[in-house]
Structure formats: C-alpha cells, structure tokens
T-cell receptor, first 112, second 114 residues
Framework: SQQGEEDPQALSIQEGENATMNCSYKTSINNLQWYRQNSGRGLVHLIL?????REKHSGRLRVTLDTSKKSSSLLITASRAADTASYFC????????????FGTGTRLLVSP | DTGVSQDPRHKITKRGQNVTFRCDPISEHNRLYWYRQTLGQGPEFLTYFQNEAQLEKSRLLSDRFSAERPKGSFSTLEIQRTEQGDSAMYLCASSLAAGTPRSFFGQGTRLTVV
C-alpha cells in the first residue's frame, strides 16, 4: 500500500516558474527521499532528508520536512522543459533496511 | 545510467505463461529490492535481499511469484501462470547496507499480459 499522497496530482507550469509539490505520509520515518521518473523509465534519486533535518538544498531543488505534520515539500526553482517528469516522495521507516514506501506521485509538465 | 541493469526491458506474454526477469545490481551493493509499479501509481515494495538471503516479502508477492539471488549477485523474479493483473513495470533497486541510505533503480521491465 502507498504510504501517503502527493499534492497536486498534476501540475502544469511555464519554463522559468517555480514548481512546488507536497507529500504527506502516515507513520514515523527514518528519512524521506524524492525521486524523479521520466515516462516509462526507472527512478532517479534527487535528494534525501533525514527525520532530524528540516530543510535541504541541492542545486535548484529545495526540500522541507515537517515531522509534526508528517509532510514534506519539494520546490524546483526556475523550471525547465527538461524537468517534465513524475516526482515521487518515498519514506524509509525505522525497520533496519531501506525499503522505500512511495507516494502516489505528482506529474509535472513544464511548457517552453 | 544508474549502474543497475534489468533485462528484458519489455515483455509481452500470454496469460498462463511463465516469465522471468533479471536484475544486475551495482556490484558492491549487498542489498537488492524488487518493486512493482502500475500505471499512474507509485512503486510498491515486493521483496528484499541482503546478499543471497531473502529477508522480507510483501503480501503482494503471491505464491505465483518467486525471487532468487544466488551468490548474492544478480537476482531473478519469476512469475508463474501469469494473469492480466500482473501487467506492470517491475523495478529493481540496489543499495549498500551502510553509509548513505540511497537506492539506485534500474530502468525496469514492463510486463504486458495479453
């Protein structure tokens, strides 16, 4: 079963705009990761944030984590057409191995 | 290219046939995972290996499914007596037991059961 949901399910923006995706989850976590998936392809790891961290940056990506609300957000700044993809959050529980529990994903379309 | 390879990339099979998929993880990774992804959904965990030992199996893995990882290297996932509901993308991922808990995914095998 999915750990939680992502919001919005789909997002359509113009190049240069920022894209924000939100993820909610249900149980306590060890860390939360964001992955990107181009249509019909595998997943590419973007960024990992641990449960004791509140914000992380990587290039044009900014991730926040609020463990009290069991939610995370991914911000992509200055979006490009090449950012068009599905984005998934995935949580890792405190089970001792890194099983990923994925959300439902956000489909991002960036138009030139 | 993440370094994890899966074969085949696409498989079309008739209902009732058996299929087998292969995953070659990054060579030094001792953890290997299989996930299944249906259209419009996030991947769902199927099973996990640490070296050659299969340590966890999801309820999604019915008795028609079997996975192996002989010698702790490549892994195979076999589906017997395929059903139309088995149509999905099957994803393999690998990671190290220690250090940065990040998984590397293969490109997946898309199975279509007709």
């Amino acid at each position: 079963s999915q750990q939680g949901e992502e919001d919005p399910q789909a997002l359509s923006i113009q190049e240069g705009e920022n894209a924000t995706m939100n993820c909610s989850y249900k149980t306590s976590i060890n860390n939360l990761q964001w992955y990107r998936q181009n249509s019909g392809r595998g997943l590419v790891h973007l960024i990992l944030i641990r449960s004791n961290e509140r914000e992380k940056h990587s290039g044009r990506l900014r991730v926040t984590l609020d463990t009290s609300k069991k939610s995370s957000s991914l911000l992509i700044t200055a979006s490009r057409a090449a950012d068009t993809a599905s984005y998934f959050c995935a949580t890792v529980l405190n089970t001792g191995f890194q099983k990923l529990v994925f959300g439902t994903g956000t489909r991002l379309l960036v138009s030139p | 290219d993440t370094g994890v390879s899966q074969d085949p990339r696409h498989k079309i099979t008739k209902r009732g046939q058996n299929v087998t998929f292969r995953c070659d993880p990054i060579s030094e990774h001792n953890r290997l995972y299989w996930y299944r992804q249906t259209l419009g959904q996030g991947p769902e965990f199927l099973t996990y290996f640490q070296n050659e030992a299969q340590l966890e199996k999801s309820r999604l893995l019915s008795d028609r499914f079997s996975a192996e990882r002989p010698k702790g290297s490549f892994s195979t996932l076999e589906i017997q007596r395929t059903e139309q509901g088995d149509s999905a993308m099957y994803l393999c991922a690998s990671s190290l037991a220690a250090g940065t808990p990040r998984s590397f995914f293969g490109q997946g095998t898309r199975l279509t059961v007709v």
